[in-house]
């Protein structure tokens, strides 16, 4: 009895597995199961797939031209391939593209693509005749308009296969990478017809199903205590390599974007750093007509080093073309980012902040860094002339977020501390109260003309150090003091990293900014790194602003 019954499950099991493969066969072959269920199998690629691509050209002395195709078939890519550059033309690229369900008998998907001036089929033949086999006769490439070339398939399944193009997008400039989950760029630029002074134009396409958003890594003390920020301030960024301003050695040939990321590549992998916190400007707005380019830079460097990265925006970053809240939506998005938009409710975008867990196991913060925009410019120029300050309601979230936790925060067994990062200086790194300085001062102080207070909001809820950017050539710390004489907050310039930026003053070499974080002893170290010159491996101006929890003044020499 027992026997037949196994006999039995044996049997059932053994025709189940062989009506799923047959019919998983059938399906990728034929499509024979209903849309509703087929949507549920893991190879169906969520969303939509890429049916056609091409390029459009028009001029604005032809009132017939149009850079406009069907809507109701063609989706544009919102970036002009000339990137405005070009007096009288433009181009943009464009795709046709359905859901998985909507196709039909006899429709086309993308599933390859690729630029160039010769017709990639004899390519592929010498490859297939290298092997012994038949080239693909049913999948043939077809030429577009700049130089674009692409390969599409009618074949059942061919919707669902890895190759299948699902997203098309465009980059700008012989450095230009790709930094998000399943893209990848063609590699040979569009040929457009174009000078020297419009940045190439790329291709990137996304092959198969869309990637879950990347899981964000959490942030935690190393087991010997320490933990350390690099901070990145005023790369100044563009849309190809961008041009070098005051540039030492003076003379030499100097590509602004290269030598920067050269600078923070080498900082990087010497310092090793825990977190990296992009402190503002890393676009340089009036040089970067496509700030997503820009940004893929920084952000290629730090996602294949591995390193997690928050970010906040200057006043240069959203001169170009994207706000604030687009790139913020971008940056979100991409691997290692714990970079957030913050709430909505309050001024600005980019007012938030993470946590860094104690060692270990340990499920308590051990510290808080705080994040706020600055904005830009002054909204009342005559009254309050040159930058924009920090917002009362800013304020206010900052000081119930603090106080909402700090109990949470006496729970750790050791000394928890609250440092915070902004763009813009607080108009006390110029008036603070009896301010000692370690490292000179350089440049004058381009803080906000009107004090919204938020120094004082910093000191009250406990916050031990801030540390901003903005003013290039300004890289020293500063400690004022409290009407008793104690220390009061430790306020730091990072000092410009980027070439794209000003410098000058006297002869300025680019500088990024450490900071050491020692948890046992509830300490923090600070140094400056630089870029050029004989001090290139040594800690510059080290000096400890923290310990036991609280700011002290600097050990004189």
Aim: hydrophobic content about 35%; proline content about 5%; charged content about 25%.
């Amino acid at each position: 009895m027992t026997r037949r019954i196994v006999r039995n499950i044996i049997q059932i099991s053994t025709a189940a597995v062989i009506t799923f493969f047959l019919i998983f066969f059938l399906d990728r072959n034929f499509r024979v199961l209903p849309n509703a269920i087929h949507e549920y199998l893991p190879t169906h690629h969520a969303g939509l797939v890429i049916t056609d691509i091409t390029v459009v050209t028009c001029t604005t002395y032809n009132p017939f031209s149009s850079c406009e195709l069907d809507t109701a078939v063609w989706h544009r890519v919102d970036k002009d391939l000339h990137l405005g550059k070009t007096l009288f033309s433009h181009a943009y690229l464009h795709i046709s593209r359905k859901r998985e369900e909507e196709l039909k008998e006899g429709d086309k998907v993308v599933v390859d693509v690729t630029v160039g001036r010769l017709d990639p089929s004899v390519a592929d033949a010498e490859k297939a005749a290298a092997k012994g086999v038949d080239a693909n006769k049913n999948e043939k490439w077809e030429s577009r308009p700049a130089g674009l070339w692409v390969k599409r398939s009618s074949k059942k399944g061919a919707s669902d296969s890895k190759n299948a193009v699902t997203g098309v997008d465009v980059l700008f400039g012989d450095d230009a990478v790709e930094a998000r989950d399943g893209w990848s760029m063609t590699g040979t630029p569009l040929l457009l017809d174009v000078g020297r002074s419009v940045p190439s134009a790329h291709l990137t396409v996304r092959r198969g199903a869309e990637h879950p958003p990347p899981v964000k890594p959490v942030l935690r003390v190393r087991d010997n205590g320490k933990f350390k920020i690099v901070q990145l301030a005023d790369l100044h960024l563009s849309t190809g390599v961008g041009t070098c301003r005051d540039a030492l050695p003076e003379g030499q040939k100097c590509e602004a974007d290269p030598r920067t990321l050269d600078f923070v590549t080498r900082i990087l992998e010497e310092e090793k750093p825990d977190l990296v916190v992009l402190s503002g400007d890393q676009v340089n707005g009036e040089t970067a007509p496509d700030a997503q380019t820009a940004i893929f830079k920084y952000a290629q460097i730090l996602i294949k080093h591995k390193i997690p990265y928050v970010s906040i925006f200057g006043n240069h970053d959203d001169e170009g073309s994207m706000s604030r809240a687009a790139q913020m939506d971008l940056i979100e998005t991409l691997p290692y980012s714990l970079s957030h938009a913050g709430p909505e409710s309050i001024d600005g975008v980019g007012n938030y902040f993470i946590e860094v867990l104690g060692r270990g196991s340990s499920s308590h913060s051990a510290l808080t860094v705080y994040l706020l925009d600055t904005h830009a410019y002054s909204p009342n120029e005559r009254k309050y002339p040159g930058y924009d300050w920090i917002k009362p309601n800013q304020i206010e979230w900052f000081r119930q977020t603090a106080q909402g936790l700090k109990k949470k925060h006496r729970e750790y067994t050791h000394v928890h501390m609250d440092v915070a990062f902004i763009h813009i200086p607080l108009p006390e790194y110029q008036n603070g109260r009896n301010l000692t300085l370690v490292s000179p001062w350089k440049e004058p102080t381009t803080a906000p003309s009107f004090n919204s207070g938020f120094h004082d909001a910093l000191v009250e809820e406990g916050v031990v150090m801030v540390s901003c950017g903005h003013d290039h050539v300004n890289e020293y710390c500063a400690v004022d003091f409290k009407e008793d004489g104690k220390p009061a907050l430790w306020m730091c310039y990072a000092g410009g990293a980027g070439f794209g930026g000003y410098a000058g003053y006297g002869g300025f070499h680019r500088k990024i900014r450490v900071f050491d974080f020692d948890m046992n002893e509830g300490r923090i170290n600070t140094w400056k790194r630089v870029e050029y010159g004989e001090d290139i491996h040594k800690r510059l101006d080290e000096v400890m602003i923290v310990d036991g929890g609280h700011p002290v003044r600097p050990m004189q020499d």
